[in-house]
Each structure stands twice: as C-alpha cells, then as structure tokens.
C-alpha cells in the first residue's frame, strides 16, 4: 500500500454500505477475502479506503461511493493527520471560493505541478483574509506537504462545486468534530445565538473578539461584523477557527495562536463586543506572574478563580460602553473568593445582568451555566442601579443537551433584558426574571444566584389555575378509562390471520424489497429561513412535540419525516415506535432514531409499529456489546400479513397508543396537581 494511501475504520466502512458495524464484523469473519487491517490497534483496526472499496463493490455492497464520503474518509485517514489535511482542505476552498478561475487553470497542471504552483496562489488569498505570515494562525504549505494531498485536494473541490465553499468545509469540519469529542469543547449554536443577541452584535458593522476562539462557533455567529478576533491556545483550533469564519464571512479575520492571559495576542484592540466560553476551573492560569497585570481593574483574581480573570480581560477589550457575554459556571456567582470583584463590578456598573440556563445548555452538561451581560462603563457615566437576574432553569423541559426548549430560553431571556437595555429596569416576572437593587446585592456574600434571588411564582399558578388543572385531570381520566383496552377474547383483532401461523419477514428484507425505505437521523443542516423542528430522541420516548432545533451550517442534509413513518430510537433497549402524525410530519430527523417509510400500498404504518413494539422482537434484534443496547432495526421481524389483516391490527395498535398518549398525560397533570396543593398549602396562595 502506498504510504498516502487513506484508511478508513470498520465504523466508515460501515457508513460507505449503509450498514451498522456489526454487518462489518461479519464480513470480517465470514469473507476469507475481505482486506486486512494495515493499521489502528487490535481493537480499532484501519483498512486501506482503496481496497475496501474495491472489495465491497466486487460484493455488490457499493455501487457508488457518494463524493462527501469519498473525502471524508480520505480526510480522516491522511497520514499527515485529520487536523492538518483540514486546515490544507480549508485553504483550498477559500482559493475556490475567492478565485474560482484560478482554482481551474490550477487544477489543470497535473499533481506534481499543482503541488508547486499552489502555495503561491494560496498566499495571495491568505494574506488579505488574515495578515502576513509571520502574524496569523494559518500558514501556508509547501509543495512538498501538498503533494500527497493532491488527490484529496482536487475532491474537495469537487464537493465544494456541489455543495458550496462553505458548506463543504462546515461539513467535513463537522464531522471531525463528531469523531473526536474529547477533544473539543463546542459552544452549541443556540447559545451561542442567544449570548450574540445579549450582547447587541446582530448590529451591521460590529467589531467582535473571542479571546478563548476554540472552533469559532461565538463568532460564527455574529451576522454582519466589520472584523472578527480570535485567539486560542492551540494552533491547530486557532487555525480551523480562521479558515471557518473567512469561509463564512467577507469581514476582516485576525486569529492567533497563544495562551491569551499570560499572551494576549491583542494588547490594544478595543472592540464593540467580546463573546466568550473560557475554559473552567483552571488553577494554572497565570496567578503567580501576572499579579501586576493592568487588566484586573476591579481587583486580582484569586487562583481559584480564573473566570473572574477572563471576565476582566473582556472588559479591558471593549471600547467604553462596549459589551461582552461570557458563558459562567455557576459557582463564579457565590465563591467567597470571588465576592470582592463581583462587589466592585456592581458598584461600577460593569456587570448588567446574569442568566441561569437550564442543564444541558452548554458543555459541561451537567449542570446549569449562566451568562454574564457586562458592558464598558463611560468615564463620567454613573452606574446602574439595578442588575437584571434571569433564571430559565425550570423553563426547559431539561435533564440533557438534546432536550433544551431553545425557543422559551431565548424568549423568557430576551424579553427580560432588551426592555431592561432600554430602561434601566424591567417588570418582574415571578420565578423568572427581576430587576435586583444593587445595593440589594453588597452583602458579605455578594451572591448573584439568580435562584436565590427570584421568588417564586405563585404555586401551579395561582389557585384558579390549579382548578383548571383539575377539570383537565378529570376529563383526561374519564377518557382512559374509556380507551382502556379489553384483555379477553381472541389474541389479535377480530377476523385476522393470527401472526404465530404465518411466515416471519425482517424489516431488512422489506427494504430490500422495496416495501419500506431505511433512513437514520442525524445533525442536519438547512438554509431554511426559519428553525428547522427536529424529533429528537427524547421526544420520541416521551411522545411529545418535536423540540428541537437544526442549526444552520451542520454536517449534512436533514431527513425530514412524513405522516406515515415509523420512528424508532436505536439506543436503550426499549420497545418504543411511534407513528408520525400531521402535526409532526416536516420535522428533522435527531441523532440515534431510524426512519421506517412504509409503501401504503403494501404496509400499514400502525401495523408496522405496533409488532415493531413487541419485547420479545426488540430483544432478539438489540446488541449486547457495549455499555449501551443498541437495536438493530434490520433485524426486527413482522408476520406475513395481507394488507386487510395489517390494518386490522392497525386499528389495534392505533387504539392502544391513544389509550397510552391519555396516560402520560394523566401523569403530567397528576403531578403539576399534587406539586401546585403541596405549594399553595405551604406557601398560603391555597386555603385549607
């Protein structure tokens, strides 16, 4: 094998097929023929992408490899790493997307006279977008790091004329993010699009910095700026961050490399606006050697609180009534250690307003980040007399980063805080939001919790809502027990063939016979002018609406579902399949579900669902391997049925979701009832 020659692991594999990895370990033991391994580790081998592809369409497995996975799998196998060949893909398309013709009379020379020819041509695009050599994060290469890239190269280029510049790199920037996780710690877009409103930055022709850049999620999200800053400490991030925001933007693009406390790459920039996720917790962050800093303004940081450094570096950033957000951990609002800074940024008026978000936010996962609005203060302007404390923690169903309500955060958060810019002060939302005196705040404590500050709102709200709550109980209960299935009689519906005399089929071999098509969810991207709803994991489990949303510039075209489909989640070892509906239908399709499209003419849907649901069938097509069952949707098996008998059963089925949906919410309305009494008797908004 040649030493460029890209390797693919047995997960692309899979994913050039169409097929789990499970089908790829039985390839491996039952094809004599199938390639060896040349590289990887015992337990994750690395087979020659050229081989594989040759072996899986002798197997009649391939017929064409689509172009993005062609790349891909030549990206992620580079020999010179996937990091690096991203960075030389980057700069490639920014020549293709600046200078297209030049790209073509180029890409005519054969490889050898590529090599040669393209680091002049790349430097005339590189330098204009982000400075001379000597001052930028993306340096250019030389003819002999080129040409073994070649061929990867010209395929890059290739998805770009399909794709687009910049959807071709987000993609492939993407996907390498989604294989190495640990590695990175990404500012989810919604966030990201919520901490740029704070901030003012949706103006045209604002100047913005991120002095912890990362992967440029915070500035990729500033819609019409004049220049963007950015600095990580990593090369290789600062680098990727560059390419990302020239290839998404026609501003100016400064990025550097370097450690931004202990050396700021911009000494003396101000700009209009700092976004900023610094990392956490850091004990090494410079404490001993910078105690004479002129950025601590408002008092030096113990070493235990290195946020309160970077919030001080922001403002030292910003021109006066500048304003910067940064993304907190919750205890840089109540350490002891820290109260001394956040008593002097209150009497100052730097720090206007902090928000609680709900867990699942923003990485670290965990638990509930909050925002700090900051913003400049004007020599001779006098400071604010109140800071806005915002708590969205219970306005999000929670409990993880799929399963955010993105939409009531951002609104509960917005209409807070624009009137609150205005005025000065905002009208108290009970529970949610409050305009807190800041005299209110200079205790010994100097706590800015929001949930220590905010009463909460009237128990279930109020005693005539806990009323209305009841009526629905009521109601709801009535009508399980009129959809209470009957338990007697025959084991299927009545005048079907029973399913324990007739012949099984999978739902493998039904697609390969055309009478459902196989589809699985995943990141998605549009260019919808509004949100994108994606059917995530947990909406389906818990059958509700779709909750989430798809960000614009993600991996790749989204699945979106029809009334009619089948939705399966693959992870977790449940018996759940939910039929979607015309309300539903339109929506994306989220990570680990699977989309079952029934041919009407040949499956009912709720027939399909309904079997697809049997425990004996998920357990014998689930896999056991690792620390999560993962089912295998191929494998699940329905009777042979005509398509009178499937609909029959349909009706069934049909009959029993209803019965299980009036369940769920008999639940919900139980519990806000019970909570709301327990409240209101403790709190007196109720009477004995």
């Not at 450690?259 to 101000?270: N, S, V, Y």
């Not at 909050?370 to 169903?397: I, Y």
């Not at 919790?449 to 909460?456: D, N, S």
Request: with cysteine.
């Amino acid at each position: 094998m040649p030493e460029n020659a890209a390797e693919v692991t047995a997960a692309g594999i899979a994913r050039l097929a169409g097929v789990g990895r499970a089908a790829v370990s039985n390839w491996r033991r039952r094809h004599a023929d199938f390639p060896l391994p040349v590289g990887g580790t015992e337990t994750s081998p690395a087979f020659a992408l050229g081989e594989v592809e040759q072996w899986l369409r002798e197997q009649g497995k391939l017929a064409e490899v689509p172009l993005r996975e062609r790349v891909w799998q030549e990206l992620s196998g580079d020999p010179a790493g996937a990091v690096t060949a991203l960075v030389r893909a980057g700069c490639v398309l920014l020549l293709v997307r600046e200078r297209p013709m030049e790209w073509l009379e180029l890409a005519a020379a054969s490889d050898a006279r590529l090599a040669e020819l393209l680091p002049a041509a790349l430097e005339e695009v590189l330098t204009p977008r982000f400075g001379p050599p000597t001052d930028r994060a993306v340096h250019t290469p030389a003819p002999r790091e080129l040409l073994p890239a070649v061929p990867l190269l010209r395929g890059v280029a290739e998805l770009a004329a399909e794709r687009g510049a910049r959807q071709t790199y987000e993609f492939l920037l993407g996907r390498h993010l989604d294989a190495n996780p640990r590695q990175y710690t990404p500012t989810p877009p919604e966030a990201a699009a919520l901490m740029t409103a704070l901030a003012g930055a949706t103006t045209k022709g604002v100047t913005v910095l991120d002095p912890a850049a990362g992967t440029g999620t915070l500035l990729r999200a500033v819609p019409h700026p004049a220049a963007l800053y950015a600095q990580e400490a990593a090369p290789e991030p600062a680098a990727l961050t560059a390419l990302r925001l020239a290839l998404h933007t026609d501003a100016d693009v400064r990025a550097r490399a370097g450690d931004t406390l202990r050396a700021d790459a911009f000494p003396r920039l101000t700009v209009d606006t700092v976004l900023c996720h610094p990392p956490f917790n850091e004990r090494n962050w410079g404490h001993d050697e910078l105690a004479y800093d002129p950025r601590w303004e408002y008092g030096f940081p113990a070493r235990t609180e290195s946020e309160l450094a970077w919030v001080q570096h922001a403002l030292a950033r910003l021109r006066p009534g500048g304003a910067a957000v940064l993304l907190m951990p919750p205890a840089a609002a109540s350490r002891r250690s820290g109260r001394r800074i956040r008593a002097d940024l209150l009497r100052r008026g730097a720090l206007r307003a902090v928000v609680a978000l709900p867990a699942g936010a923003a990485p670290p996962y965990g638990i509930p980040l909050h925002l700090w609005v900051l913003r400049k203060p004007v020599a001779g302007g006098r400071p604010a007399p109140e800071l806005l404390l915002v708590d969205t923690a219970e306005l999000s169903a929670g409990g993880g980063r799929d399963n955010v309500d993105w939409g009531t955060v951002h609104a509960a958060v917005l209409d807070a805080w624009q009137p609150f810019d205005r005025q000065g002060t905002v009208e108290e939302q009970p529970g949610v939001s409050r305009a807190v005196p800041v005299l209110e705040l200079l205790d010994d404590d100097v706590d800015l919790a929001p949930a220590r500050h905010l009463p909460p709102p009237a128990a279930g709200g109020g005693a005539a809502e806990l009323a209305r709550v009841r009526e629905r109980l009521a109601d709801t209960l009535r009508l399980t027990v009129e959809l209470t299935p009957q338990t007697t009689g025959p084991a299927g519906p009545a005048g079907a063939a029973q399913p324990a005399h007739r012949l099984a089929t999978t739902v493998g071999e039904l697609a390969r016979a055309g009478a459902l098509v196989l589809h699985t969810g995943g990141t998605g991207t549009t260019a919808a002018a509004t949100p994108v709803p994606v059917l995530t994991e947990q909406d389906v489990l818990a059958g509700r609406a779709p909750s989430g949303t798809l960000p614009e510039g993600a991996a790749e075209e989204p699945v979106r579902t029809e009334e009619g489909d089948v939705v399966v989640p693959v992870l977790g070892g449940g018996a759940v399949a939910r039929v979607v509906d015309a309300a539903t239908a339109g929506a994306a399709l989220g990570r680990n579900l699977q989309l079952l499209r029934p041919d009407p003419a040949t499956l009912d849907p709720w027939f399909l669902a309904g079997f697809l649901r049997g425990t004996a069938n998920n357990r014998q097509a689930s896999s056991y391997a690792s620390s999560a069952t993962r089912l295998d949707v191929r494998r699940l098996q329905l009777p042979r049925l005509p398509l009178a008998d499937q609909q029959r059963y349909g009706e069934r089925f049909r009959a029993l979701a209803a019965f299980e949906d009036a369940l769920r919410l008999t639940g919900r309305l139980g519990e806000q009832l019970t909570q709301g009494l327990y409240d209101g008797l403790t709190d007196g908004t109720v009477t004995m």
